[in-house]
């Protein structure tokens, strides 16, 4: 049923006033120069091979969710993760460039590119690599904190399966125990994620697009970022067409950061599929941030998706 009514031109004011304060999300001077000078940091700390030099930024409880590697949590296992990498690949050239940086007032999410020169030690193989990245800061005290890295490639690698360390402390997050669905945010993403197991099992791209804002954007790996809904309905018609047969699909969260009119979702998924002759369990990870939308609706406005 639907309701209508003519509120007073006062009313309408009075209504704008927040929404508009809480749609603002530039960051200011300070943040902008935090984050610029992290990102100097961080790329000396990649030609230096020092990633114990950026650590001070670093939350105690800092979540790592890299491309084709299970996510790491916590900030000495974030170093041995670095380490490793380091130990197996040499790199070289890595540049950072951020592209958007939303200021949500508790988290200060960054969007951008990086490019690097990466050789496997062990057969000297080289590839120039491309891909994206998003952060999420965590601001306490008007201090930032880096809370979340996640990333995945523009590409394809050579070596996709030389991304993984079986031997790394790991939270193989799709196989743990998730968020009980106890408050009304928590409801309304099962609800979407349901849904979601459905659209994506059925190949349904015309709905899937549904789920993102008009001005949303997709990272998806191996492929350029997608934004508006033009590409992203392009984007989905395409990818729709390679899916494979999925047996069963689960998708869930074991994180919700609730903002008000944002929302950080934490996601996983275990899929079992079969294509021809080819079946197998997949896992992967996703983060998105969802928008409230002036209709009620909650729509995604970034996400980012790393297979493990």
């Given at each position: 049923?639907?309701?209508?009514?003519?509120?007073?031109?006062?009313?309408?004011?009075?209504?704008?006033?927040?929404?508009?304060?809480?749609?603002?999300?530039?960051?200011?001077?300070?943040?902008t120069?935090?984050?610029?000078?992290?990102?100097?940091?961080?790329?000396?700390?990649?030609?230096?091979?020092?990633?114990?030099?950026?650590?001070?930024?670093?939350?105690?409880?800092?979540r790592?969710?890299?491309?084709?590697?299970?996510?790491?949590?916590?900030k000495?296992?974030?170093l041995?993760?670095?380490?490793?990498?380091l130990?197996?690949?040499?790199?070289?050239?890595?540049?950072?460039?951020?592209?958007?940086i939303?200021?949500?007032?508790?988290?200060?999410?960054?969007?951008?590119?990086?490019?690097?020169k990466?050789?496997?030690?062990?057969?000297?193989?080289?590839?120039q690599?491309?891909?994206?990245?998003l952060?999420?800061w965590?601001?306490?005290?008007n201090?930032?904190?880096?809370?979340?890295?996640?990333?995945?490639?523009?590409?394809?690698?050579?070596?996709?399966?030389?991304?993984k360390?079986?031997?790394?402390?790991?939270?193989?997050?799709?196989?743990?125990?998730?968020?009980?669905?106890d408050?009304?945010?928590?409801?309304?993403?099962?609800?979407?994620?349901r849904?979601?197991?459905?659209v994506?099992?059925?190949?349904?791209?015309?709905?899937?697009?549904?789920?993102?804002?008009?001005?949303?954007?997709?990272?998806?790996?191996?492929?350029?970022?997608?934004?508006?809904?033009?590409?992203?309905?392009?984007?989905?018609?395409?990818?729709?067409?390679?899916?494979?047969?999925?047996?069963?699909?689960d998708?869930?969260?074991?994180?919700?950061?609730?903002?008000?009119k944002?929302?950080?979702?934490y996601?996983?998924?275990?899929?079992?599929?079969?294509?021809?002759?080819?079946?197998?369990v997949?896992?992967?990870?996703?983060?998105?941030?969802?928008?409230?939308?002036?209709?009620?609706?909650?729509?995604?406005?970034?996400?980012?998706?790393?297979y493990?």
């Amino acid at each position: 049923m639907t309701v209508r009514f003519f509120p007073t031109l006062i009313s309408v004011l009075i209504c704008a006033l927040p929404l508009s304060a809480q749609s603002d999300t530039t960051s200011d001077e300070k943040t902008t120069a935090y984050l610029k000078q992290f990102r100097s940091d961080y790329m000396k700390s990649k030609s230096d091979k020092k990633p114990g030099s950026i650590a001070s930024y670093y939350a105690n409880d800092i979540r790592l969710m890299p491309e084709f590697q299970k996510t790491i949590i916590g900030k000495e296992n974030v170093l041995l993760y670095e380490k490793a990498f380091l130990n197996r690949f040499e790199l070289s050239d890595y540049t950072r460039t951020a592209n958007e940086i939303i200021d949500l007032k508790s988290r200060v999410i960054e969007i951008g590119s990086f490019s690097e020169k990466l050789t496997w030690k062990e057969n000297n193989q080289s590839q120039q690599v491309k891909g994206k990245y998003l952060d999420v800061w965590i601001r306490e005290n008007n201090q930032l904190t880096l809370l979340t890295q996640a990333w995945n490639y523009d590409h394809g690698l050579l070596w996709e399966e030389q991304l993984k360390w079986n031997t790394l402390p790991v939270a193989d997050v799709a196989l743990q125990a998730h968020l009980p669905i106890d408050n009304p945010i928590r409801f309304e993403l099962a609800a979407l994620n349901r849904l979601m197991e459905k659209v994506i099992s059925e190949h349904d791209e015309k709905i899937w697009v549904q789920f993102y804002a008009d001005d949303g954007s997709f990272m998806y790996s191996r492929t350029p970022v997608v934004k508006g809904k033009s590409e992203l309905g392009t984007f989905f018609h395409e990818h729709a067409k390679g899916l494979p047969v999925f047996e069963k699909l689960d998708v869930r969260n074991d994180r919700v950061d609730d903002l008000g009119k944002y929302v950080v979702e934490y996601a996983s998924h275990i899929a079992i599929i079969r294509q021809g002759d080819f079946s197998g369990v997949f896992t992967g990870k996703d983060l998105a941030i969802w928008r409230r939308e002036p209709n009620g609706s909650l729509k995604i406005y970034r996400h980012i998706g790393m297979y493990d």
